[in-house]
């Protein structure tokens, strides 16, 4: 109960719903771990060098000590990848082909961008592969924490350049477009509007394409500020069909129709260094920390004990 109650007090990820737990140093003699990073997936090969195969070289050279292995989850991707020759496997086919491999221990990334329907279909392929191994830990997404999000927030100011004194009366209007989901963390993009103009950056929106905001909302906030110059910047892993069809497509010409002058930035976040790091580190951080359930907070609740 003091370790638990020790471990409540950690807010580096989550909001004190991890604990200290080293996943490697527990692992015994003939045990095997691996790293398993999911992507939805492009059938772009261009984004797919510039983003994917990216962050995949760049976490094999952060965790030399695990076997690397890949995973895509989108099923149509899949399936057209597979028709030029390109095989893909899905995560619950390659978390089997892991465990028959002999791997005993699965720290598993995603690079989606928010805590949607994809990293649910991703934890229940997880849940039903957990009697095969001995332990399989899920990292969090881009936008987790609003730790996180702060630091998104700082990567797009750098990235676009944007001088201290400048922020409230900067006359180029950036929109980040997101893919949006019908599910509640649709509310991820909003956030983010509300942290970029707390941050002084009035000059920054965020849309969706299939969420909240939508264009309409996007394009009120611009109308507010009177903007004449607009870029167009996909916030999503990779500028695959979404950014090239609808945002440099779709999107440009409606805003072209609405008067404004309209660039596109067609680069995917995962092009990003900094936005690659921030999945390095949430890698990192889930080889240290185990996530606790409701249920064992809840006991110690119970049990009298105080959390921050």
């Known amino acids: 109960l003091f370790l638990l109650s020790v471990s409540l007090l950690c807010h580096a990820h989550g909001g004190g719903n991890y604990e200290h737990s080293d996943m490697l140093a527990s692992m015994k003699p003939g045990d095997k771990a691996a790293l398993l990073m999911v992507h939805f997936g492009t059938t772009h090969d ?3 060098a510039a983003t994917i195969e990216a962050i995949n070289g760049k976490a094999q050279t952060a965790f030399p000590e695990l076997k ?3 995973a ?3 099923r149509i991707i899949i399936r057209r990848l597979k028709k030029r020759g390109i095989e893909k496997d899905t995560p619950l086919d390659a978390l089997l082909k892991l465990r028959g ?3 005993t221990h699965i720290i598993v990334q995603s690079t989606n961008i928010i805590d949607g329907v994809e990293m649910e279909s991703l934890r229940r392929d997880v849940e039903s592969v957990l009697p095969f191994f001995k332990e399989v ?7 987790y924490s609003v730790e996180d999000a702060e630091k998104v927030v700082k990567i797009m100011e750098s990235r676009f350049n944007v001088p201290v004194q400048a922020k409230k009366t900067a006359k180029e209007n950036f929109v980040l477009v997101g893919h949006g989901t019908y599910t509640p963390s649709t509310a991820i993009y909003s956030q983010m509007d509300y942290m970029l103009k707390a941050d002084g950056l009035t000059n920054f929106h965020v849309g969706t394409i299939e969420g909240y905001p939508t264009f309409k909302t996007m394009l009120a906030q611009l109308k507010a500020e009177k903007a004449k110059r607009v870029t167009l910047v996909p916030f999503m892993f990779v500028a695959g069909d979404h950014a090239k069809n609808d945002i440099a497509g779709e999107w440009k ?3 072209e129709k609405e008067g404004f002058t309209v660039k596109v930035h067609l680069e995917g976040l995962g092009q990003i260094s900094e936005i690659q790091e921030i999945f390095i580190e949430h890698i990192r951080f889930g080889l240290k920390h185990r996530m606790l359930d409701i249920m064992t907070k809840k006991a110690a609740y119970a049990a009298g004990k105080e959390v921050e």
Request: charged share 25%.
């Open 253 to 255: 010409e409606m805003l």
């Open 137 to 143: 830990r899920v990292g969090t997404p881009l936008l």
């Open 101 to 103: 491999e002999g791997y």
């Open 72 to 74: 895509y989850t989108s």
């Open 46 to 48: 261009d984004t797919r």
């Open 68 to 70: 690397f292995q890949e």
